[in-house]
């Protein structure tokens, strides 16, 4: 970065303008320094070490999540639209590290939409909504893609090879369910969703069988996920109507009566506010800051549920987290009355972002599924790496140059149009893409470089033109451009992508140690057109109408401030003051009770599995039956114990073991108790803490 991370922000912001609170001094202080030499090789992982995880399980878009178990694994995968490959397989033991295993569709070509040729493209269409299922020792992967008709790939192994065919429907976010007496049932469409009994084959729907099992006003939505337990049907689904909320239905038969819940998880987002959206999809782009009243804008709100070995129920979901994409959470389910609530005994509905792992028979080494930093140097393209629709595929080599990506230029009238760009999802909170670009082959009118894919979009890059090279920064938002020149044709091109302010920072470098700052700050935005949060991409296209030159790219490396699921590691055994998120009063103990005023010190305790207890002189931060905190002797147990939880901007949460409810300072009366379901996305509702 051009400036230490512990510089940019010497303070909490209170500005709720983007509805995101910015990190303390003190996180910032601790992150990941970037390597001295070589490249970055740490990324992202939920397992915090200690027998916990922390939500997100990938901090990258993955949307759109199904998953089921065979045998001792989870398989996962996800809607991957007009990126190219397509359909991950994703494996897993414990359901928190992951495993790359294949792609199950690895070109989707119903013709020049799908190949950004003549002027067309599928942007934010192409695959949606998997529906993952295991048979007979077969796995299968249902997708619709609209305005075609629902893909069908199988695979005896989920590494591949898989094969391919086609539906003669187009079922628009479908389920499957293969049930037991050897029928195959179907559910799908939005809100009046519609079951139907499957043919043989799996292509077609069995004549008579079709039939519409909700009304529009019975409160289902979209995403359906279809189950079997304990010989009844399940259907869960997503609803954004009224606000995002998973909604979920219960019957005896697959063609009902059904009976509704309204929602078996509310306004789950982990306290992160609604970020960037636009006003409109086309320009001139106007940006709409985000709400913080928006309190759904961000929650938990389509996945399913998945039964482990060890005979735990666990729920899995997407929620969308702003420009960064739509992500994975994880969650523990509580059957009550017969209902799969997302989350624990007294707080159902709502989701601790940090928990206890599930059981396993054995521990299970942190893993990740993809590596994002890149030397060129292998023969074939690294997972990460997914096409901008289907790629040409004589226009583009790791041979030509051994050691680097070489892009051919094609014409395009822009970076939107340009084909055969090649992108890797971001990655969040803060990420820092660098590329390694030698320019020295390009041609008059070739534009190379690295870019924010996304709408709108950002693009730095080479242009080259009859009077030299030049570094040149084009905002899509602003519609500007910016240039410098460059004399030298090798160079360091970099991103700073702040996923929590939403601005990202462009630079560059001619030595690779020093970097200049180019353009103007870029505000990132969520947008249903793309229907995907921001990727990373490297291009190379010619603007004047022909087949220019080649761009050679000799790395990429993609540096992350904070791999760890915590900004800054639980203080056990030392001494802290709690004071309220944009306050200057906290939790102050006096007198052998607590309230609220000047910050007192208090001694953190181990609890394990990433718990602790709070100690005042020799007396204890203890909840109440009644949810009320107070301070008393003895030895800390349940009552005294709370599990430490960072938002995902960086404030304390406790979560008391006792209720599974949150500590709660209201500063107007001067009381505190363990009464809040969890933090909201407005940052003053008492939940939040800084500490020092």
């Not at 096409?387 to 226009?395: E, L």
């Not at 306050?583 to 005023?597: E, P, Q, Y």
Request: hydrophobic residues 40%; proline residues 7%.
């Amino acid at each position: 970065m051009t400036t230490p991370l512990s510089l940019r922000f010497a303070a909490l912001a209170l500005s709720s303008t983007l509805a995101l609170s910015l990190l303390s001094a003190a996180a910032l202080a601790q992150h990941e320094p970037r390597p001295a030499h070589g490249l970055s090789t740490k990324t992202w992982t939920p397992d915090n070490g200690n027998g916990t995880f922390t939500n997100p399980l990938l901090y990258d878009e993955f949307s759109d999540p199904d998953m089921i178990r065979v045998g001792e694994y989870f398989y996962l995968t996800g809607t991957t639209m007009h990126a190219m490959p397509g359909l991950p397989v994703l494996r897993s033991k414990d359901l928190v590290n992951w495993e790359f295993l294949s792609y199950a569709s690895p070109k989707l070509d119903f013709g020049p939409a799908y190949r950004l040729e003549d002027g067309k493209g599928i942007y934010g269409r192409g695959i949606w909504a998997p529906s993952f299922r295991f048979h007979d020792g077969t796995f299968y992967i249902f997708s619709n893609v609209n305005g075609r008709g629902t893909q069908i790939y199988t695979a005896t192994d989920p590494k591949g090879p898989w094969t391919h065919r086609e539906m003669k429907r187009s079922l628009h976010d479908l389920s499957v369910l293969f049930d037991d007496d050897g029928k195959v049932y179907v559910v799908w469409d939005h809100q009046e969703m519609k079951m139907a009994q499957l043919t043989d084959d799996l292509t077609d729907l069995v004549p008579g069988t079709e039939k519409v099992i909700f009304k529009k006003d019975q409160g289902m939505g979209e995403g359906a996920h279809l189950l079997k337990i304990d010989g009844k049907y399940f259907i869960l689904s997503a609803n954004y109507a009224g606000g995002f909320r998973m909604p979920a239905a219960r019957a005896d038969h697959p063609f009902g009566p059904w009976e509704v819940n309204w929602s078996i998880s509310t306004n789950e987002g982990f306290g992160m506010a609604e970020g960037n959206r636009l006003k409109k999809n086309t320009p001139p782009f106007e940006v709409k800051p985000g709400d913080p009243k928006r309190h759904d804008s961000t929650a938990i709100h389509q996945g399913g549920i998945v039964l482990t070995h060890a005979g735990e129920w666990w729920g899995y979901s997407m929620m969308d987290y702003n420009s960064v994409g739509r992500l994975l959470s994880l969650s523990p389910v509580t059957w009550k009355d017969g209902w799969p609530y997302f989350g624990l005994p007294g707080n159902l509905g709502r989701n601790p972002r940090t928990w206890v792992k599930p059981k396993t028979a054995e521990a299970q080494a942190i893993k990740v599924p993809f590596e994002r930093s890149d030397d060129f140097s292998g023969p074939s393209l690294k997972p990460v790496w997914q096409w901008n629709h289907v790629p040409v595929a004589d226009k583009w080599s790791l041979a030509e140059r051994p050691g680097y990506l070489r892009l051919h230029a094609l014409p395009a009238k822009s970076f939107w149009e340009a084909r055969n760009s090649l992108t890797q999802r971001a990655i969040g909170p803060l990420s820092s893409p660098t590329v390694v670009l030698d320019a020295g082959g390009l041609k008059d009118g070739d534009v190379a470089g690295l870019a924010l894919l996304n709408l709108p979009y950002a693009t730095l890059g080479v242009e080259k033109t009859a009077g030299g090279l030049s570094v040149a920064v084009f905002d899509q938002m602003k519609n500007a451009t910016k240039r410098v020149p460059l004399k030298a044709p090798r160079v360091w091109l970099r991103a700073d992508a702040d996923f929590l302010t939403e601005k990202a920072r462009f630079s560059y470098s001619v030595d690779g140690k020093t970097f200049v700052p180019v353009g103007d700050e870029f505000t990132m935005v969520f947008q249903l057109v793309t229907f995907q949060g921001g990727r990373y991409a490297l291009f190379n296209y010619n603007t004047a109408g022909s087949e220019g030159g080649v761009a050679d790219f000799d790395s990429i490396d993609v540096y992350q401030p904070y791999p760890h699921c915590l900004m800054r590691p639980i203080p056990v055994g030392k001494t802290i003051r709690l004071t309220s998120f944009g306050a200057k009063t906290g939790l102050l103990a006096a007198g052998g009770r607590l309230s609220v005023g000047a910050p007192s010190a208090f001694a953190v305790e181990d609890m394990k599995l990433g718990r602790v207890a709070l100690r005042s002189g020799k007396q204890y931060v203890t909840v109440g039956a009644d949810g009320a905190l107070s301070l008393a002797d003895g030895a800390p147990g349940e009552a005294q114990s709370f599990q430490w939880i960072e938002t995902p901007t960086g404030e304390l949460v406790l979560m008391a073991l006792a209720n599974h409810r949150f500590v709660r300072v209201d500063a107007a009366n001067g009381k505190v108790a363990v009464d809040s379901p969890g933090p909201l996305t407005e940052s003053g509702d008492g939940t939040r803490f800084t500490w020092k």
